[in-house]
């Protein structure tokens, strides 16, 4: 293999972990805004189990929210459920309760938003 092959080569590999790094921030930046709209636009309630559950009912409410902003809290919720991040009471299906996850590494930069490791993509 040439020398320029080579870097050819190393320039691609690095560009696939760039956006491979990318994508993973891309995914962790939705993950929390995704659980940063439930908890501050749902009602909270603990169960006799200690669970938080919160109501999504008002974030698609025609009467508290403009159609577009019902359809970005359909996709929040949407995205919440497709990578895991929250549970559905089975009995009411518009309770959702919003999984924890591990704690990030030591050398990791601390979250104030949960989840602060996101399932991976």
Aim: charged letters at 25%; aromatic letters at 4%.
């Amino acid at each position: 293999m040439s020398a320029a092959a080579r870097r050819c080569a190393q320039a691609l590999s690095e560009l696939h972990a760039r956006i491979a790094t990318a994508d993973q921030r891309a995914y962790q930046i939705a993950d929390q805004a995704a659980v940063a709209d439930i908890e501050g636009n749902c009602a909270s309630v603990r169960d006799a189990a200690g669970l938080l559950w919160y109501d999504t009912r008002p974030m698609l409410d025609d009467r508290e929210y403009s159609p577009e902003c019902i359809d970005m809290n359909r996709a929040s919720l949407d995205h919440a459920a497709e990578r895991g991040l929250i549970v559905r009471r089975l009995s009411e299906p518009h309770m959702v309760h919003i999984k924890t996850f591990a704690a990030p590494a030591a050398n990791d930069e601390p979250s104030n938003t949960r989840p602060t490791e996101a399932p991976q993509p």
